[in-house]
């Protein structure tokens, strides 16, 4: 898991600048890498990265399979670690748009009664926008690789819900020799858990379809995306590498 392997990666140089990271359940079980690559990138900047353990799942699956009651206690715990940090004034990167949203916005909504995030959102930010500042602000100065490649972005839906544009794609950008195209192409189809359901399995994957032909169309090498299930939707709807912005950034560093 990402949580074992950042255990493994020690605490880094000592430093005064701190971020707190909350990995979600796909980065830590399913795609470790993408936080693995988001510490890596973090330290380049002189941060020190933090993952509190009392982070648990931010309850999104559960409130979309009628399991509101569970959900509700993992909103207090989140919410409460969240409070900690807001005071502090130290910032909470989250990499999966999903978790971003719920705990920026839909804990707010489902939960008042235990959830202090809605006060705290602003202290939530994505992974990506905060690496685009720290390039802007030259705390971030990589050398970069030489050979060109081409990607593809996809914008998951709980990206596009928060109104903050297309943050993956922007940080794509930003780096030299990458080429990157906006599918623009609607939705993957997967919807969180629902395409997973054997009985929904066709109407996710005709939902897809669209966005499955403008990739295959593409003649990209590579298909980026924030949004894990989106990663799961689009590979198996392509068979096409698809990895986070981050280890796109990541990848692309000497």
Same mark, same amino acid.
């Given at each position: ?84 940090? /807001?005071?502090?004034?130290?910032? !909470?990167? *989250? ?5 971003? #949203? $719920?705990? =920026?916005? @839909?804990? &707010? ?9 809605? /006060?705290?959102?602003?202290?939530? !930010?994505? *992974? ?5 500042? #720290? $390039?802007? =602000?030259? @705390?971030? &100065? ?113």
């Amino acid at each position: 898991t990402f949580i074992q392997r950042f255990r493994k990666m020690g605490h880094g140089a000592p430093s005064e600048k701190k971020i707190v990271f909350y990995p979600g359940c796909f980065i830590n079980i399913y795609h470790p890498q993408a936080g693995v690559d988001l510490v890596e990138l973090l330290r380049m900047a002189g941060y020190k990265v933090i993952v509190p353990k009392a982070f648990i799942c931010c309850g999104l699956p559960l409130v979309s399979n009628g399991y509101a009651y569970e959900a509700e206690k993992h909103a207090g715990q989140n919410s409460g670690e969240l409070a900690k940090w /807001a005071v502090k004034g130290v910032p !909470v990167l *989250a990499a999966c748009p999903s978790c971003a #949203l $719920m705990l =920026k916005r @839909e804990y &707010k909504d489902l939960f008042p009664d235990v959830a202090s995030a809605g /006060a705290n959102a602003s202290n939530i !930010v994505d *992974a990506c926008e905060f690496l685009i500042e #720290l $390039m802007e =602000k030259g @705390e971030l &100065k990589p050398a970069y690789k030489k050979n060109a490649v081409e990607v593809i972005y996809h914008a998951p839906c709980h990206l596009r819900a928060q109104g903050m544009g297309k943050t993956g794609l922007d940080l794509a950008r930003t780096i030299p020799g990458v080429t990157v195209t906006d599918a623009d192409a609607g939705c993957c189809g997967i919807s969180g858990s629902y395409g997973f359901k054997k009985d929904k399995y066709k109407i996710g994957m005709d939902i897809g379809a669209e966005l499955f032909g403008t990739i295959n169309r593409s003649g990209a090498d590579t298909v980026i995306t924030e949004c894990g299930t989106c990663q799961v939707q689009i590979r198996h709807g392509t068979g096409r590498r698809v990895i986070h912005p981050l280890s796109l950034l990541r990848q692309r560093i000497l």
